[in-house]
């Protein structure tokens, strides 16, 4: 949503050179659109998104040793339940985190695919041989990100998939993140393992 923000802002209008030569159907801006909002998503993604949740992990992981000894009453639908460690319970916590963070991970080796080169429909018409890879090859060089060219450039331009997988790990973590800030607000509400 952030970069597609961007873009509508004209944030990133600098990746968008209008030419004298455009044609009617802004077909050099739109062939650059999916690359910059997967240059931007990814580097997003590495930056700042990963790194703090790397952050909230370790925290959640150092509580975790530090409760160790903290026995609590447990909790199943709001109900009490057996007893746990407190450290146990942020122990899940920091394991939500670093599942998120294999999420997120796991979606980049498509959002490192990159469609230039595959001109209007993918079949590279027009394009010397061999512009494809030199182009992701400097993207990656600028970006110090491991951009390809895409496996298949039909695919790369005709649907927006990657960013689907991207968001839907995004949605996951948000989720866990929501879950982890309610139950440590319930566990804020008790006094002596009874809610009041």
């Known amino acids: 949503m952030q970069v597609a923000q961007e873009v509508a802002e004209g944030q990133l209008d600098d990746h968008f050179p209008l030419v004298i030569w455009q044609t009617g159907s802004g077909t050099q801006s739109n062939m650059n659109a ?3 909002m997967h240059i931007a998503a990814a580097t997003e993604i590495n930056s700042r998104f990963v790194p703090s949740l790397e952050q ?3 925290s959640l992981h150092s509580k975790s040793a530090e409760f160790q000894d903290i026995i ?14 407190l450290g146990q319970e942020f122990s899940g916590y920091a394991t939500q985190v670093k599942y998120g963070i294999d999420r997120i991970v796991c979606t980049l080796p498509r959002m490192y695919q990159l469609a230039q080169g595959g001109t209007a429909v993918g079949t590279g018409l027009n394009t ?9 090859a400097a993207v990656a060089e600028e970006t110090e990100l491991p951009f390809v060219t895409a496996e298949n450039k039909f695919e790369a331009l005709a649907a927006h998939d990657a960013f689907v997988e991207s968001s839907g790990a995004v949605n996951t973590i948000s989720v866990s993140l929501m879950k982890i800030a309610n ?14």
């Not at 010397?128 to 992701?136: R, W």
């Not at 139950?183 to 393992?193: A, H, N």
């Open 183 to 196: 139950d440590i607000r319930l566990l804020g509400s008790m006094v002596t393992t009874m809610i009041v």
């Open 72 to 85: 609590k009453i447990g909790r199943t639908h709001t109900q009490d339940a057996t007893p746990l460690t």
């Open 128 to 136: 010397k041989k061999g512009f494809d890879v030199k182009i992701a």
């Open 34 to 36: 999916n690359e910059v």
């Open 56 to 58: 909230l992990h370790k």
